[in-house]
């Protein structure tokens, strides 16, 4: 039977073109069933305080970067959204004295205008965001050489060369209301894609690129970022793709419950559990991938029942 359109934008792929016994399936599940979905390869990790989550997962910056050596250079790369963890990762590395001299991070994305990233100066820059909630606050002592940074441009070819001879030992991410990790978004519903969205194995060639952003993408952003000014989001940005995320030793997304829904923070878990993987939903691809690790804080988790509001 031909997939269903979607419920909110009917042009594009996304997750309600799914089959509704699956949805039906996610949406049951409690926070103690979230918790026993690990499996090899997929680890499920519950935190009782907002406190405890983030301290988490700045404590991943630490660690990879303290595995980082001048013969075998170690980095991460790092989302916004959450941001609350940048502020910590520079406290933790001033505080502990830990050397950056040799470490690297790459920025998952950035917005794109007419086909240019988004100057530094733009309101919404991640790589602003980076430089002002993070390493700017780091002690020159200890601080990251330039070089060593590494933010996604419309042109390429540079960003995607700086993954050559250094190891990334961590991809963090949040999730989007659309369930992609960083702006790896569904597919328009056209072309060779109009009957069926592309096949995993198509989707994970797509390296980092210009990607157009679902309108689901759009309003999030709106909302986390803009006070709802949907006018001031860009409908396109470049994303850090599968194919680097793969050459991430590990993949750490991060649920506080500000992004993504109950849900969505049920449906990519169970998808990855069980290994059904589908495009329409990206997030679900990492059931491929040997190291993937979903990170949730319990009070953000909610529940999928009906509430007037």
Same mark, same amino acid.
Request: hydrophobic share 40%; proline share 7%.
């Given at each position: 039977m031909p997939r269903k359109l979607s419920s909110v934008a009917p042009d594009w792929w996304d997750y309600t073109t799914l089959d509704s016994d699956l949805i039906e399936d996610? &949406?049951?599940?409690t926070q103690r069933d979230l918790?026993? +979905?690990s499996r090899p390869g997929f680890r499920v990790v519950m935190y009782d305080t907002i406190q405890e989550f983030y301290l988490a997962e700045a404590l991943e910056y630490i660690t990879a970067w303290r595995l980082s050596t001048p013969d075998s250079p170690v980095g991460i790369c790092g989302p916004i959204g959450p941001t609350e963890q940048l502020p910590l990762v520079a406290r933790l590395v001033n505080e +502990?004295?830990? !050397? +950056?001299? #040799? &470490? #690297? %991070? *790459?920025? =998952?994305d950035e917005w794109c205008v007419g086909s240019q990233e988004v100057p530094v100066s733009h309101p919404l820059s991640f790589e602003r965001t980076d430089r002002e =909630?993070? %390493?700017? +606050?780091?002690? /020159?002592? *200890? !601080? =990251?050489p330039e070089e060593n940074l590494h933010f996604p441009k419309a042109d390429t070819a540079s960003y995607r060369k700086s993954w050559d001879g250094v190891r990334c030992a961590v991809m963090q991410g949040g999730q989007g209301d659309v369930k992609h990790w960083a702006f790896n978004d569904p597919m328009r519903r056209s072309g060779e894609w109009l009957e069926s969205p592309p096949s995993p194995a198509e989707f994970k060639k797509l390296a980092t690129r210009i990607v157009d952003l679902h309108p689901l993408t759009i309003a999030q952003n709106a909302r986390t970022s803009g006070g709802g000014n949907i006018s001031w989001v860009p409908t396109q940005a470049i994303s850090v793709g599968p194919v680097e995320t793969w050459r991430a030793e590990k993949v750490s997304i991060w649920h506080a419950g500000n992004h993504d829904n109950p849900f969505g923070q049920r449906l990519t878990a169970f998808m990855i !559990?069980?290994?059904?993987?589908?495009? !329409?939903? /990206?997030m679900s691809i990492l059931a491929g991938h040997p190291n993937v690790q979903f990170n949730y804080f319990r009070g953000g988790i909610g529940h999928c029942g009906v509430e007037m509001h």
């Amino acid at each position: 039977m031909p997939r269903k359109l979607s419920s909110v934008a009917p042009d594009w792929w996304d997750y309600t073109t799914l089959d509704s016994d699956l949805i039906e399936d996610a &949406a049951r599940l409690t926070q103690r069933d979230l918790a026993q +979905l690990s499996r090899p390869g997929f680890r499920v990790v519950m935190y009782d305080t907002i406190q405890e989550f983030y301290l988490a997962e700045a404590l991943e910056y630490i660690t990879a970067w303290r595995l980082s050596t001048p013969d075998s250079p170690v980095g991460i790369c790092g989302p916004i959204g959450p941001t609350e963890q940048l502020p910590l990762v520079a406290r933790l590395v001033n505080e +502990l004295g830990v !050397s +950056l001299k #040799h &470490a #690297h %991070f *790459w920025g =998952m994305d950035e917005w794109c205008v007419g086909s240019q990233e988004v100057p530094v100066s733009h309101p919404l820059s991640f790589e602003r965001t980076d430089r002002e =909630m993070c %390493f700017n +606050l780091i002690d /020159p002592r *200890w !601080s =990251m050489p330039e070089e060593n940074l590494h933010f996604p441009k419309a042109d390429t070819a540079s960003y995607r060369k700086s993954w050559d001879g250094v190891r990334c030992a961590v991809m963090q991410g949040g999730q989007g209301d659309v369930k992609h990790w960083a702006f790896n978004d569904p597919m328009r519903r056209s072309g060779e894609w109009l009957e069926s969205p592309p096949s995993p194995a198509e989707f994970k060639k797509l390296a980092t690129r210009i990607v157009d952003l679902h309108p689901l993408t759009i309003a999030q952003n709106a909302r986390t970022s803009g006070g709802g000014n949907i006018s001031w989001v860009p409908t396109q940005a470049i994303s850090v793709g599968p194919v680097e995320t793969w050459r991430a030793e590990k993949v750490s997304i991060w649920h506080a419950g500000n992004h993504d829904n109950p849900f969505g923070q049920r449906l990519t878990a169970f998808m990855i !559990s069980k290994g059904i993987a589908d495009t !329409s939903v /990206p997030m679900s691809i990492l059931a491929g991938h040997p190291n993937v690790q979903f990170n949730y804080f319990r009070g953000g988790i909610g529940h999928c029942g009906v509430e007037m509001h």
